[in-house]
């Protein structure tokens, strides 16, 4: 999945829940401006701030790691 799946997930979560971007950045306890980057697909978030987003909007990330040798 990428930033940009991420991020439109977050966002329509985000609009069904009728919570604002300010509301849910003060909730996550992170500002505005990266909210705003992590919907917008843009910038690096971390996953600790992923979580916090996520954890509030109740959504779930899931990892896989592969191993690619054969």
Request: charged share 25%; proline share 3%; no cysteine.
């Amino acid at each position: 999945m990428s930033l940009q799946e991420i991020g439109n997930s977050i966002k329509e979560r985000r609009k069904i829940l009728g919570i604002t971007q300010p509301y849910l950045a003060e909730l996550a306890n992170i500002s505005v401006n990266t909210l705003y980057k992590v919907e917008r697909g843009q910038g690096n978030p971390t996953i600790k701030v992923l979580l916090k987003i996520t954890e509030i909007l109740g959504l779930e990330i899931q990892t896989e790691v592969k191993n690619k040798i054969k």
